[in-house]
């Protein structure tokens, strides 16, 4: 079925480090992108989207890359602090859609 | 605070019984999504309204499960004849028909079915 999927179900990064969380798409047809962060027993909460006609984008202290060609999209997170711990999703919308679909997740854990 | 709001955050019930969650959009925000979610996955879509319509239902969403958004602000998402299988956070989501697709999420329900 069409899905979007992460590479890493899990990444240890050092605070202050660079955190980079990748994310896999398999539909063509789909024209937005999404990166939500999640803590526990939390709702997802928005961080940077992104629609297709774009490949870069750049928010406070995190940057979103998508690469169309190979249906890869990026989260980029600089000087990783232990508040960025949490599980992060990346999420699609095809074109005309309404409904997001979600990944597995992708759990940060940041230590000091 | 002019987030998304969820009630009730837990619901403990036993098999059989009846619930009923409800969720209030930020303000002025006409679309309005249930999702649900198991844990260690991301959300899936259950439902979409439109204003006071609902236009878009997941397969997930059996006949147990109804939803209704009747003046187009608040909307209500009950469980008939619940069962072990739907304990899970049920999220309800809100976007503005002027800020594009963005979808912010409240903090969900989370349902423990006995």
């Known amino acids: 079925g069409e899905s979007v999927g992460l590479h890493l179900p899990t990444l240890s990064v050092q605070e202050g480090d660079n955190s980079i969380i990748n994310c896999a798409y398999s539909n063509s047809a789909s024209d937005y992108f999404i990166w939500y962060k999640q803590e526990s027993g939390k709702g997802p909460q928005f961080i940077i989207d992104i629609r297709s006609n774009m490949d870069k984008r750049q928010g406070q202290r995190v940057t979103v890359l998508l690469n169309k060609t190979v249906k890869h999209l990026s989260l980029q997170i600089a000087a990783t602090q232990p508040g960025d711990s949490a599980v992060y999703f990346c999420a699609e919308k095809v074109q005309a859609g309404t409904a997001l679909i979600f990944g597995k997740g992708t759990t940060l854990s940041v230590s000091s | 605070d002019t987030g998304v709001s969820q009630n009730p955050r837990h619901k403990i019930t036993k098999r059989g019984q009846n619930v009923t969650f409800r969720c209030d959009p930020i303000?002025?925000?006409?679309?309005l999504y249930w999702y649900r979610q198991t844990l260690g996955q991301g959300p899936e879509f259950l439902t979409y309204?439109?204003?006071?319509?609902?236009?878009?239902k997941s397969r997930l969403l059996s006949d147990r499960f109804s939803a209704e958004r009747p003046k187009g602000s608040f909307s209500t998402l009950e469980i008939q004849r619940t069962e072990q299988g739907d304990s899970a956070m049920y999220l309800c989501?809100?976007?503005?028909?002027?800020?594009?697709?963005?979808?912010?999420f409240g903090p969900g329900t989370r349902l423990l079915v006995l």
């Open positions: 303000s002025e925000h006409n679309r």
């Open positions: 989501a809100s976007s503005s028909p002027w800020g594009g697709e963005t979808q912010y």
């Open positions: 309204f439109q204003n006071e319509a609902q236009l878009e």
